[in-house]
């Protein structure tokens, strides 16, 4: 079968798929090797229960190394002294090779961890943005002359940390890594890229790739493997100066403590969700905003930070709305990632599968209304039902827990201050959805809820130029736009005494 350009049916991923060479060695200082040990770890397609490949399993001993060599790099200046405008030139060429490669690293995302390839490939589209993005935004920043007097001069510098640790979740793999890595090469950084077990390949075609773009030697590392095995070692070292992580808020909290028993390395965290998603009786073509309120909780399986998992409906339109939500979770049924028509995938592994299965259970067992779903589907591949429990309550596990899968649970409110309350009472905080016509009521609830993010009348809307982060528990970090910058920046001050 011959290897097609631009896939656009089942047959042609399905091609494409069966002419794929995988990479599956870490990637230290520059070239790819076997961990240290020799130890591998599979990673399956969820979709069909097959090995994908036999993934090196680093650990301590290749942390070690890797942080070895991203020190050197740091130190010798190849990287983080070059002029801005010639790191952009080498983060432009990777954006280039990543465009010019997108159909496979989508594919190699599909494959991994499940999820439908055409929204794998818009994730490309996010990843390769981001990095254009920042690699433009690096050279046009500018440090500060300090408004002292005639006697001194005073400067206020931005120099890049030194060695960045990303720990990076398996639900848009290489969207996420961009998110993180772009940031970071660009302000000058060594970065060491350690990829979820879950979704490791994409990762390691983005360092092949890096090194054709000419990213000098352990500027860029990729260490795959677990998070308590080569996770846990880069965020005990005392050589890292930073981790950036995304992943679960319990991790997060780990890693906090990490860095506090080492060297205090900064740690920016984008951690869980449980987004309300609020929907008022004003607001026009209910339809629409019932087939926005599906795709908010079903993109991507569910498995989604920002999922529009807490849906609350002022109680005077909540039975027909939730009949129109039906309605759209109707048409969202799961179905081979790669086929382009699919809205749903299977979901990452057996573990989230049976952890998605067991809120549904406890959803039931609390008392919540399963209005539709609740199923696995039966063959090979691990795939659930678009589900929506209604009569949800705060009490119930469903209604305050993350699930991470697609699992909806309707509320109901008489008012405005009740949905307030309602929207506010989580130890998350990243995302919040407004539907509404009135302006007033717009700007005072926006203003009221504690969500890193608001969406008005749209759920998840944004680009590069907008940055994504949450208060709470869901996290203090800022990817995207020119804040991101900052994080991966440290100030220095310079005091200069002058003769007059
Ligand atoms: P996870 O926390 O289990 O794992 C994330 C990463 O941390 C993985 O690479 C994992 O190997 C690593 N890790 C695990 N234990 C570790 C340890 N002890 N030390 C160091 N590293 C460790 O999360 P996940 O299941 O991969 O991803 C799902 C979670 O990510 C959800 O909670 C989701 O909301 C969150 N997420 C947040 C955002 C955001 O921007 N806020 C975006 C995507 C996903």
Known sequence: MSRPDKPKTLADWQALAADLTLESRAFIDDAFVDAESGETFDTLNPATGERLARVASCDGPDAEKAVG????????????????????????????????????LALLDTLDMGKPVNSSLGDMAGAIGCLRYQAECIDKLYGEVAPTGEETLALVLREPLGVVASIVPWNFPLMMTAWKIAPALAAGN????????????????????????????????????????????????MQVDCLAFTGSTGVGKQLMQYAGQSNLKKVFLECGGKSPNL????????????????????????????????LLVENSIREAFVEKVLAAAEGMQPGDPLDPESFMGAIVDETQHRRVMDYIRRGVEEGARLRTGGQALEGKGLFISPTVFDGVTPAMAIGREEVFGPVLSVFGFDSEEEAVAMANDSDFGLAAGLWSQDIDRIMRVTRRLASGQVFVNNWAGGDQTVPFGGVKQSGNGRDKSHHSLEEYSELKMVWMSLST
């Open 69 to 104: 060599y991203a020190r050197a790099a740091f130190d010798g200046g190849a990287w983080s002294r070059l002029a801005p405008g010639r790191r952009k030139k080498v983060l432009l060429r990777l954006a280039d090779l990543m465009e010019a490669n997108k159909h496979e």
């Open 190 to 237: 060594s970065v060491i890229l350690k990829p979820s077990e879950k979704s490791p390949l994409s990762a390691l075609r983005l360092a092949q790739l890096a090194q054709e773009a000419g990213l000098p030697r352990g500027v860029f590392q990729v260490l795959p493997g677990f998070g308590h095995t080569v996770g846990k070692a880069l965020a005990l070292s």
């Open 279 to 310: 929907v008022f009786a004003d607001c026009k073509d209910l339809d629409g905003v019932a087939q926005h309120a599906a795709e908010a909780i079903f993109h991507n399986q569910g498995e989604v930070c920002i999922a529009g998992s807490r």
